[in-house]
């Protein structure tokens, strides 16, 4: 059937991203992409998505270990995903990415920004770097927005765009001024203000798509075992994964312009 729709007798290579389009305009599947997601959380998130029934495209860096995680994937029986070989800190790979799902999909429902870096610990507030400065920011900070500039005209196509930024709870303001809180010696003055920084160009955002249907979200997966914490974080990716993608996928009664964990609203 889908070969008469193309008028072919059958599927050559050219015309695969055509067919992939015509798969998810004819099943009206609802489209994800995850940065990041070739490891850890954000693997997880595409993982938790594909199962709810949305085609996932999983950002990676490195194109190789894309292919990898899609085999992972497809391992487990999820045939609704793909990988876009797609580094947030470079802006010709973001743009391209961008063309190579405008040909693939006609809308973008979910985006998550999920790739960052901790730019390296501990960051003492007075020896920290300028140049670990710079590239924490890029990743976590300017990459994220330069992704959300690009694929903003692709989201807009959708009935409910949902935007999650990744962030941390070391971003709050509020909670490093608590003596109380458990992480309160822990000052990274790189990577937290990166999501601070994060943080606020959320907000920013939120209201300048207030009047729309899009829900942008902050959303911190809690103190998850992967290799950016060389596996001592408590909690599991599932357990990670779950609250970012609970709120990639809100409805339209929604929150939007927050700051949420796995224990609701949290502290700017
Ligand atoms: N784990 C935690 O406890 C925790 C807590 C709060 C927030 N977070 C946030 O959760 C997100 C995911 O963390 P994680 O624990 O899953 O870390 P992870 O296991 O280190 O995975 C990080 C992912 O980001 C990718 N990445 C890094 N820089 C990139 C770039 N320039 N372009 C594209 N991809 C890039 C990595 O790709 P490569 O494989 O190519 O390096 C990898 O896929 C991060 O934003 C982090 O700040 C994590």
């Not at 976590?140 to 005209?153: R, T």
């Not at 937290?192 to 997966?221: D, H, I, Q, R, W």
Request: with cysteine.
């Amino acid at each position: 059937m889908i070969c008469q729709v193309f008028k072919v007798n059958s599927p050559s290579r050219s015309i695969l991203p055509y067919l992939l389009l015509y798969f998810i305009k004819s099943y009206k599947m609802k489209s994800a992409l995850v940065t990041g997601a070739n490891r850890g959380i954000g693997f997880e998130a595409a993982k938790q998505l594909a199962a709810l029934g949305y085609f996932v495209y999983l950002g990676s860096r490195d194109k190789d270990k894309g292919i990898e995680a899609i085999k992972k994937l497809k391992a487990l029986g999820y045939s609704n995903v793909d990988c876009v070989e797609l580094d947030v800190t470079n802006i010709h790979s973001i743009r391209s990415a961008r063309q190579e799902l405008e040909i693939k999909t006609n809308q973008l429902d979910v985006l998550i920004n999920n790739a960052g870096i901790s730019g390296g610990l501990p960051q003492p507030p007075i020896q920290v770097s300028i140049d670990t400065l710079r590239l924490t920011f890029e990743s976590n900070f300017f990459g994220p927005i330069q992704i959300i500039q690009e694929f903003i005209e692709l989201l807009k196509k959708s009935n409910e765009p949902r935007i999650v930024n990744v962030t941390t709870e070391l971003s709050s303001l509020t909670k490093h001024g608590d003596p109380t809180w458990k992480f309160y010696p822990l000052k990274p003055s790189a990577y937290g203000p990166s999501k601070t920084a994060l943080n606020a160009y959320t907000v920013m955002l939120a209201f300048e798509l207030s009047a729309t249907n899009f829900k942008v979200n902050c959303v911190c997966p809690g103190f998850t075992a992967t290799d950016f914490n060389n596996y001592r974080g408590e909690k599991t990716v599932e357990q990670g994964a779950s609250v970012i993608v609970k709120y990639a996928t809100l409805d339209q009664d929604g929150a939007t312009g927050k700051f949420f964990s796995d224990e609701g609203e949290t502290a700017w």
